[in-house]
T-cell receptor
Framework: DAGVIQSPRHEVTEMGQEVTLRCKPI?????LFWYRQTMMRGLELLIY????????DSGMPEDRFSAKMPNASFSTLKIQPSEPRDSAVYFC?????????????FGDGTRLSIL | QQQVKQSPQSLIVQKGGIPIINCAYE??????FPWYQQFPGKGPALLIA?????SEKKEGRFTISFNKSAKQFSLHIMDSQPGDSATYFC?????????????FGKGTHLIIQP
């Protein structure tokens, strides 16, 4: 049973570069969430989609961050231009809200380091 | 403003002991309270969850106690084992488990000593 798949697992890049994080949700799940984890702020919701439509992006820190979900099996989180304070672990999660109270399943994250 | 406060930040318990992790929330509209377990290099994994119409829920060695009037809930791990050493997060959300984003506590780093 394939879980949520995120790529890359690790990304190291220089300040100012564009960064694209990718997520493949669990097949059949209709909600997708992007979270960021840092020591200082813990786990924070950035944005979530339902049936490929963005529902709440109030957690996106700045205009430098953008997220898309072109189809039910793929989503991207893009940072342009990247800054050192964007260094964090970024998690994608998915759930099947058509089945009532279903939990969110998390991928293993992308560890992003901006130098 | 932190909507879910979790304590303690870290906890060391001897094998067989009962670690207790506490959380308090502010938003009375929250209606689903999951606990997640996270191992290093892995994403959070759902452990157990409760709704506010229930005061206690037990699954295996894990129990959630819920106090709606106090807006508090806690996780108890019975007969703790070294393999339970991990970071534990409480969370809260609106509209059920998967329909809305989760608001997480800051996490508790738990160590179970052999």
């Amino acid at each position: 049973d394939a879980g949520v798949i995120q790529s890359p697992r690790h990304e190291v890049t220089e300040m100012g570069q564009e960064v694209t994080l990718r997520c493949k949700p669990i097949s059949g799940h209709n909600s997708l969430f992007w979270y960021r984890q840092t020591m200082m702020r813990g786990l924070e919701l950035l944005i979530y989609f339902n049936n490929n439509v963005p529902i709440d992006d109030s957690g996106m820190p700045e205009d430098r961050f953008s997220a898309k979900m072109p189809n039910a099996s793929f989503s991207t989180l893009k940072i342009q231009p990247s800054e050192p304070r964007d260094s964090a672990v970024y998690f994608c999660a998915s759930s099947d809200t058509d089945k009532g109270n279903q939990p969110q399943h998390f991928g293993d994250g992308t560890r992003l380091s901006i130098l | 403003q932190q909507q879910v406060k979790q304590s303690p930040q870290s906890l060391i318990v001897q094998k067989g002991g009962i670690p207790i992790i506490n959380c308090a929330y502010e938003n009375t509209a929250f209606d689903y309270f999951p606990w997640y377990q996270q191992f290093p290099g892995k994403g959070p994994a759902l452990l157990i969850a409760i709704r506010p119409d229930v005061s206690e829920k037990k699954e295996g060695r894990f129990t959630i106690s819920f106090n709606k009037s106090a807006k508090q809930f806690s996780l108890h791990i019975m007969d703790s084992q070294p393999g339970d050493s991990a970071t534990y997060f409480c969370a809260a959300t609106l509209r059920g488990g998967g329909a809305d984003g989760l608001t997480f506590g800051k996490g508790t780093h738990l160590i179970i000593q052999p």
